[in-house]
DNA sequence: CATCCAAGTTCGGCAAGACTAACATTGAAG
DNA sequence: CTTCAATGTTAGTCTTGCCGAACTTGGATG
């Protein structure tokens, strides 16, 4: 069964469910599944339902939502559409890397299969998008190992940011504004485990910045 | 009341109006609007009544339909969309001119203001398609005169593609093997009115094309 | 000018996807 | 071990877009 078989929302549903786990182990649930849907819980416990009926993801009541492998393999495909389509908009189209989620989210139905690999060849097979998220091939792929989260990471002088996450257009627009964006270099001034704030300051800038909470959630980096 | 709010079936529809009208005069029926639609007639005749309510268009029972003004914006912005995209497709991504059509038929309803304007501008303004359909310019604009269909036009001398019309895929790959494409100069070598047989040459070949009825309803000359 | 048929319309129903309200389960705190 | 709030589920309803079946119209034909 090829992913265009699917509803928009069946698509979505898959995709969040992979994404959500691509960066952290804890299993979703469908209050937050709902949230990201912008739906009802109800309408999640429904949906989960049809997909569990498609053979696409395992889910027993009130337990853990799960994708099959088949679920998994529609999931990396949208994710594929999603990241290629950011890359391009933003190389061929001059979009801001903070611009591209909205507009990504809407087209990843709407593209053939036909387009994605002439945008994959136009592109030049890229691996990373303008968040810095890895870019699928059109198998699987393992994600990147080793990045932690701002607000997990220790402040022993320089990291790099590997990715940001593209959830909040918002704060992704302020994070272009300072100047953080993938790849960029970084010192963690403090970091207090119980309270929200962390300091940065960005290579070759003076100021310090604090992020919150949220903030300090949202960005992904690596040692050295 | 921006495009954007309207239903991808209104905004079918309205195109569909809009295009019927644009070549030949003969006011649209609901039974052909079916047929492009790919839906029943009960199915129309509900739509329609809907697009009424909405002030996009005029129709009494068992009258001719016909857009208002507003439902008119509504259709030239879809056309726009369609042939801007379909441009993009050719120019950026490497498409031929045959097989553009069904992609954009799907992205014309996916793809944001922004990204329309944006691919204006990558491409500069195109005034045509790769049809030869005009592009209309972010308002109305009036459609080109003096060209009429192959099948009505007389063996006199040279005449100049125009336009070809997009409605079958088959059929323009067809015209795209044989070299017949927007701006190619042929001369009519024999026009039966009562038959279904056109016979062309195109210019700089040596050989004959007898084209059917439905082929030369697609193609639009102008003399020169 | 009466008739009849193709074209158009109305009506009841269905599936998808959403909602609200009410009900069920789980697990954490006492 | 009990209780209860948060989380999840079920049931019933709405809207949209479609269908088939049955009904209405109006113009071409004799």
């Given at each position: 069964m090829p992913v265009s078989d699917l509803t928009n929302s069946a698509q979505d549903y898959l995709k969040l469910i992979w994404t959500a786990t691509e960066w952290s182990a804890t299993p979703i649930t469908v209050t937050v599944l709902a949230e990201r849907m912008g739906v009802r819980p109800s309408t999640v416990s429904d949906s989960i339902k049809k997909l569990k009926d498609q053979g696409l993801l395992t889910h027993a009541p009130y337990g853990t939502i799960e994708l099959t492998p088949a679920g998994s393999a529609h999931a990396v495909d949208m994710v594929r559409r999603h990241r290629l389509l950011e890359t391009f908009l933003v190389q061929v189209l001059g979009y801001g890397w903070d611009e591209v989620h909205d507009e990504a989210e809407v087209l990843e139905h709407a593209v053939s299969d036909t387009m994605i690999e002439r945008i994959d060849q136009r592109l030049g097979?890229?691996?990373?998008?303008?968040?810095?998220d890895p870019i699928p091939s059109a198998d699987g792929q393992p994600h990147r190992p080793g990045a932690i989260q701002l607000c997990h990471a220790e402040p022993e002088g320089e990291v790099t940011v590997v990715r940001i996450s593209d959830a909040d257009p918002a704060m992704l627009r302020y994070f272009s504004d300072i100047g953080l964006t993938p790849d960029v270099k970084l010192t963690i001034q403090k970091q207090r485990p119980y309270t929200d704030a962390t300091t940065i300051t960005l290579s070759g800038q003076q100021k310090n910045v604090d992020l919150g909470q949220a903030a300090s959630n949202a960005v992904w980096v690596t040692n050295s």
């Amino acid at each position: 069964m090829p992913v265009s078989d699917l509803t928009n929302s069946a698509q979505d549903y898959l995709k969040l469910i992979w994404t959500a786990t691509e960066w952290s182990a804890t299993p979703i649930t469908v209050t937050v599944l709902a949230e990201r849907m912008g739906v009802r819980p109800s309408t999640v416990s429904d949906s989960i339902k049809k997909l569990k009926d498609q053979g696409l993801l395992t889910h027993a009541p009130y337990g853990t939502i799960e994708l099959t492998p088949a679920g998994s393999a529609h999931a990396v495909d949208m994710v594929r559409r999603h990241r290629l389509l950011e890359t391009f908009l933003v190389q061929v189209l001059g979009y801001g890397w903070d611009e591209v989620h909205d507009e990504a989210e809407v087209l990843e139905h709407a593209v053939s299969d036909t387009m994605i690999e002439r945008i994959d060849q136009r592109l030049g097979h890229p691996t990373r998008d303008p968040h810095g998220d890895p870019i699928p091939s059109a198998d699987g792929q393992p994600h990147r190992p080793g990045a932690i989260q701002l607000c997990h990471a220790e402040p022993e002088g320089e990291v790099t940011v590997v990715r940001i996450s593209d959830a909040d257009p918002a704060m992704l627009r302020y994070f272009s504004d300072i100047g953080l964006t993938p790849d960029v270099k970084l010192t963690i001034q403090k970091q207090r485990p119980y309270t929200d704030a962390t300091t940065i300051t960005l290579s070759g800038q003076q100021k310090n910045v604090d992020l919150g909470q949220a903030a300090s959630n949202a960005v992904w980096v690596t040692n050295s």
